[in-house]
């Protein structure tokens, strides 16, 4: 079992930066991939940027330019940088854990960007 615990949400203005963090513990693999999901309000969890152990990084197109995932291996962290914040970024996101066909998820952080 992983367990993953985030942290950094908040509210923000229009044009604000958020870091986001999360820790994995328990069982990790060497080979997986860490990220993080949004949902919003009445919409489905998306994805928003994914960051595999070998450093390969994906990111949804509207976050593109404005958001940028790091990994720490060694510490098995995972940290998104939101800079240029927008109010449809308002969302609760969550950090992924996948390996070996296992998956985790955290609990999730709240980010509210006001207009």
């Known amino acids: 079992q992983v367990l993953l615990e985030e942290s950094g949400g908040g509210l923000v203005q229009a044009g604000g930066s958020l870091r986001l963090s999360c820790a994995a513990s328990g069982r990790i693999l060497s080979s997986n991939t860490m990220g993080w999901y949004r949902q919003a309000p009445g919409k489905q969890r998306e994805l928003v940027a994914t960051?595999?152990?070998?450093?390969?990084?994906t990111y949804a197109a509207s976050v593109k330019g404005r958001f940028t995932i790091s990994r720490d291996n060694p510490k098995n962290t995972v940290s998104l940088q939101m800079n240029s914040l927008k109010p449809e970024d308002t969302a609760v996101y969550y950090c992924k854990y996948s390996g070996g066909g296992f998956s985790s998820w955290g609990q999730g952080t709240h980010v509210t960007v006001s207009s």
């Open positions: 960051s595999t152990s070998f450093g390969m990084t």
